[in-house]
């Protein structure tokens, strides 16, 4: 099915390069795009040792939703001179709360794009809200660098293999993207060699040819680097524009594709990758 319809999460300071990539994205492929900013309300602490005044609540709140519109009004200007079917929308939140305000917006859509946590700018609740809407949207992800991107249409892709359902799902919700691309890379990661027969990635790879795309296989046995380390190399050594990996969370502690890898991966990250759960 084509990506028809992109929603991107506003940054509420600095240059906005999950949504210029949205925005070129949703060019690219005649989607509608929408920006939705999040006003992070205050926490009042339950341990207070008094009410606190009404006139700063007001004044707090009042501030949240004017951060907001502002990165709205950015990002209507951007969709204006990018000449993208868009609109942007307002969601509020508690600090710390339910995102349920959040989901909401991104369930009916075909993407979700959110840009990555940035040190030096950092952004309210940026890594719970990547978490959150990964896993509990169902829609899939593009987590774009804060560094920004300009391969609005991937032509060199990678391709993380496990075999699992997730990772299975994210090749299925990548494949409007991977049918514009002029090479893919399977890679596959494996602590040692498989004894089963046949090489391994090779399933996913003749799927992928089947739908005529040029389509190759790397297994990496027993990396002497971390697993995190090893999936950026290749996009370094290969000039990779787009990851595409699936991710999994269970019980109370979320992790994704290739284990606790993926946070690295996540943090250190150059291109855009595109997961789903």
């Not at 609109?87 to 959110?114: F, K, W, Y």
């Amino acid at each position: 099915m084509p990506i028809k319809d992109v929603l991107t999460i506003l940054d509420l300071a600095g240059d906005q390069p999950a949504a210029k990539y949205a925005l070129e994205f949703g060019r690219t492929h005649d989607a509608h795009v929408t920006g939705l900013a999040v006003s992070f309300e205050p926490v009042v602490p339950a341990f207070a040792a008094a009410p606190m005044p009404v006139d700063y609540m007001q004044a707090a709140h009042e501030q949240a939703i004017a951060a907001a519109n502002e990165a709205r009004k950015e990002y209507d200007e951007l969709a204006r001179l990018a000449a993208v079917n868009s609109e942007s929308r307002l969601a509020e939140i508690l600090t710390g709360g339910p995102l349920e305000n959040v989901l909401v917006h991104c369930r009916p859509t075909d993407l979700v794009v959110i840009g990555q946590a940035n040190p030096d700018r950092p952004e309210p609740m940026r890594e719970l809200l990547i978490e959150t809407v990964l896993f509990e949207s169902g829609v899939p992800v593009m987590l774009v660098p804060y560094i920004g991107s300009t391969a609005f249409q991937p032509k060199n892709i990678l391709v993380g293999w496990d075999g699992s359902s997730t990772a299975t799902r994210a090749i299925h919700a990548a494949l409007p993207v991977l049918e514009k691309a002029e090479s893919i890379t399977v890679l596959v990661i494996e602590k040692k060699a498989s004894a089963g027969e046949g090489q391994p990635g090779a399933d996913v790879a003749n799927y992928l040819a089947r739908h005529n795309m040029n389509v190759t296989v790397e297994v990496v046995v027993n990396p002497q680097t971390s697993v995190a380390d090893t999936v950026l190399n290749q996009v370094s050594d290969n000039g990779n524009d787009l990851v595409v990996m699936g991710g999994y969370g269970h019980s109370r502690m979320r992790e994704f594709l290739f284990g606790g890898a993926t946070r690295e991966i996540l943090e250190a990250m150059t291109v855009p990758v595109l997961m789903a759960h």
